[in-house]
């Protein structure tokens, strides 16, 4: 869809009554976007939009502001607005982000931003059990679903359990291949999830402003005994979303 496209635009009337024009136009604008569109078209200007339904320009820009803080849509600075992508919902259990994104029938894929045996920090030899100077394997990865940025992975592997794992296809799943080509599968992990503020490196990278709100996710994990991965991830809050199943415990 074009800027003065209006095909998309269902016809239906804006008038006074107990429901604000800005909610009745946000539920007409949300509703062409779940059943006319698909993520990352675009919607028509605002103008076109304004003039279509005969409100004015404050009720568009709140309609479709309110839908893009909900993360239904988003807006691109000189281009226009478009349909979000399909929000990741992860339930809180042990699985990678490939295998969640082909759950919900996202296609999932990696740009590797840096790949390199180094010295980890402290923290991370301490979880390795390792001697201080070893070296082990760093991998920083762009996460993708359907070739739109969704969060920075920056992960560490104890190069003890996977000490070939760079020369394998680390554009996809890691957990498959520690599984597959070492025989180590990922079975439990602990993770930590915390709230920050894109900044100069992120931003860019996840295509949102300087500033703006991101999920930090730092996950230890280990297959049996051994560790084998600490990661330290940032993901984009109108495309990931976190749910949690929370049972009443005995004698609470």
């Known amino acids: 869809m074009s800027p003065n496209d209006t095909s998309m635009l269902p016809a239906q009337a804006i008038s006074d009554g107990p ?3 800005h909610a009745q136009l946000r539920d007409i604008l949300e509703t062409m976007a779940s059943t006319n569109l698909q993520p990352g078209d675009m919607l028509p200007g605002e103008r076109v939009i304004e003039e279509f339904y005969g409100v004015s320009r404050i009720t568009v ?8 803080a909900s993360g239904r849509l988003r807006r691109v600075r000189g281009k226009g607005t ?10 809180l259990h042990l699985a990678s982000f490939s295998a969640e994104m082909n759950a919900q029938e996202v296609a999932a894929s990696s740009r590797v931003l840096l790949s390199e045996r180094a010295t980890p920090p402290a923290e991370v030899v301490k ?7 070893a070296l082990h394997i760093h991998l920083r990865r762009l996460r993708l ?8 992975d920056d992960g560490w592997y104890n190069a003890a359990v996977a000490p070939g794992l760079l020369e394998r296809d680390v554009y996809n799943s890691v957990y498959d291949i520690l599984d597959k080509d070492f025989g180590h599968p990922v079975t439990d992990a602990d993770q930590t999830v915390t709230a920050v503020a894109a900044d100069l490196r992120s931003g860019p990278l996840l295509d949102v402003e300087v500033g703006a709100p991101l999920l ?15 990661c330290s991830s940032v993901y984009r809050t109108d495309r990931y979303r976190l749910t949690s199943r929370i049972d009443r415990g005995v004698g609470v």
């Open 145 to 152: 679903g359907d070739g739109v940025p969704y969060s920075i």
């Open 127 to 133: 979880f390795f059990h390792s001697a201080p100077d």
């Open 82 to 91: 478009f349909v979000a992508p399909n929000a990741l919902v992860s339930r």
């Open 61 to 68: 820009r709140r309609a479709i502001g309110d839908l893009v």
């Open 216 to 230: 930090h996710i730092v996950r230890t994990s280990r297959s049996g005994s051994a560790p084998v991965e600490w």
């Open 19 to 21: 429901q604000p024009k």
